[in-house]
């Protein structure tokens, strides 16, 4: 199963400049998701991170995983998608960085369900570029209903 970006946003609340998933390329519910991330130099970070050498931060590549985690809990739960529900990203474990991501690069991003316990879920998560991981890192979250 694939999902657009309006597909995607029906589930994210998250809209530009901080919506950082474009594509979800395959996703298995109660399994795993790919997703992708097109990095371009009109994003709001580089001018400030770095002005003569741009990268992409590292906790925004988090944020993109947890993003992508986020839409695989919403697929595999049973929470009703409105409005009223948030997703709330709730830990990190294991955060690594193997190498910068610049504008130009296409992340694909992969997570799967490790477990769900009282309504926590935990993933694994990484991204890569060109085949490369460029992070990796063990991600929690909760559905909530507001």
């Known amino acids: ?6 597909q995607i946003m029906k589930y994210l609340p998250h809209r530009y400049p901080f919506l950082l998933v474009d594509r979800v390329l395959e ?14 130099m009109n994003e709001p970070q580089f001018p400030g991170h770095f002005p003569h050498h741009p990268v992409m931060p590292g906790v925004l590549m988090i944020e993109a995983l947890a993003q992508t985690a986020g839409l695989l809990a919403f697929k595999s739960g049973d929470t009703e998608v409105n409005d009223d529900t948030v997703l709330y990203f709730v830990g990190i474990d294991g955060a690594r960085f193997k190498r910068p991501v610049v504008p130009g690069d296409q992340i694909r991003m992969e997570a ?26 063990e991600l929690m979250c909760t559905l909530k209903q507001l």
Do not use: H, Y
């Open 1 to 6: 199963m694939e999902m657009d970006i309006t």
């Open 27 to 40: 996703i298995v519910p109660n399994e795993r998701i790919v997703a992708i991330k097109n990095v371009t």
């Open 112 to 137: 799967s369900i490790l477990k769900c316990v009282r309504g926590i879920w935990k993933f694994a998560a990484r991204a890569l570029v060109d085949g490369q991981v460029v992070c990796e890192a």
